[in-house]
């Protein structure tokens, strides 16, 4: 546990995403919760014993499974943007378990529990922005997209911290199987006009609003490369097969065939997005 801030607490070493908690007049806020339900309940014990505090609410950033499957855990009001409940709730009986099944294969061990808790649809949710009054703190919620239709930051104007989820993730490539890349640049440029104090990454290590330049030129490169190759023609699988070895591939991995998979999920949103937006610009 690190603390950024007077009553600004952040927890980067979780499995799944980095969480976050503020100690408020009213009671502690969440922000995301650890995947692992051991982590989840010491990083709920921990905060008990640090602030003598019950929780009130527990913002989720987006709807996977890194961010949420921990909820029931912490307790307190789940916050989220309305996408993440219209998601939780649309969810197919065969893509919910796909989703185990690929939990079960990762994490073994943790399996029954997380099959337990998972999937925990969120009590409040709003549209567009949200500003939560807890007491002498103030928390605005902050609809970005991008990453996922539901991806939050929250923003502390008090200490003018900012926490991005997975609209912002150093040194590994962001996941774009969910995403809307448009809208993913414009909420990086965002916290570049928020400038905030201290950044608070959904991976990394905390930082300041420069760390999003290589996230937004990875994103406009892909864009770049894909929409190159799907106006003069080229299919999906040749479009992934001319660009998986770009030099815009940043970040080495000794998992090679996990990141194979993912840079050819990435350019294969990429490359739907551009034909929806071809599609869009006929009509």
Known sequence: MRQLAQNVYVHATSTGVNVGAILTSEGLVYIDAPMMPEEARAWRQNLAELTGAEPIYLINTDYHGGHAVGDPLLGGTIVAHESMWKHLTGMS?????????????????????????????????????????????????????????????????????????????????????????????????????????????????????????????????????????????KSKSETISKLRKQEWVMYPSSDKAGLDALIKTNISRVYDEMKAEARQKQE
């Open 93 to 233: 009986e065969s893509y919910r378990q796909k989703i185990l099944d690929r939990w079960q294969k990762d994490y073994p061990n943790e399996f029954a529990e997380i099959r337990a808790l998972a999937f925990a649809r969120p009590e409040l949710t709003f549209l567009g922005r949200m500003t939560l009054y807890c007491g002498d703190t103030t928390l605005q919620l902050i609809h970005v997209g991008g990453h996922t239709p539901a991806t939050t930051m929250i923003f502390l104007p008090e200490t003018r911290i900012l926490f991005t989820g997975d609209t912002l993730v150093l040194d590994r490539y962001p996941y774009l199987g969910d995403a809307n890349t448009k809208e993913w640049l414009e909420a990086l440029t965002l916290i570049r006009r928020l400038d905030p104090t201290i950044v608070v990454p959904g991976h990394g290590d905390v930082c300041d609003s420069k760390a999003t330049e290589p996230l937004s030129a990875y994103i406009r490169a892909i864009r770049a490369g894909v929409r190159q190759f799907f106006k003069s023609g």
